[in-house]
Nanobody, 115 residues
């Protein structure tokens, strides 16, 4: 059974940083492209970042490029999202997703950027 468990969200002031984690199980993590998405209140879920199975290739939405960094530790079946210089418009529930299982989502982790 594929499971994704996100953590690390919270309340942070504009300009602050957070590091999200996503622990994966139930599939061969090291062979799987992983992605982060987010969904703001009243908005559709949107792509944030993706990382190749070996971590060598990453891509980002234009809105987060230069501020967010996706990474992974295959030995721990975990993917991360380092978020710096956070802005109020980054407020959302953040989800990770395995490209091989596009319909499987975790519970998400809430990120709120506010002064």
């Amino acid at each position: 059974q594929v499971q994704l468990v996100e953590s690390g969200g919270g309340l942070v002031q504009p300009g602050g940083s957070l590091r999200l984690s996503c622990a994966a199980s139930g599939f061969t993590f090291s062979n799987t492209v992983m992605r982060w998405y987010r969904q703001g209140q009243g908005k559709e879920r949107e792509f944030v970042a993706t990382i190749s199975s070996n971590g060598g290739t990453t891509n980002y939405a234009d809105s987060v490029k230069g501020r967010f960094t996706i990474s992974r530790t295959n030995a721990k079946n975990t993917v991360y999202l380092q978020m710096n210089n956070l802005k109020p418009e980054d407020t959302a529930v953040y989800y990770c997703n395995a490209r091989s299982f596009p319909g499987v989502w975790g519970q998400g982790t809430q990120v709120t950027v506010s002064s």
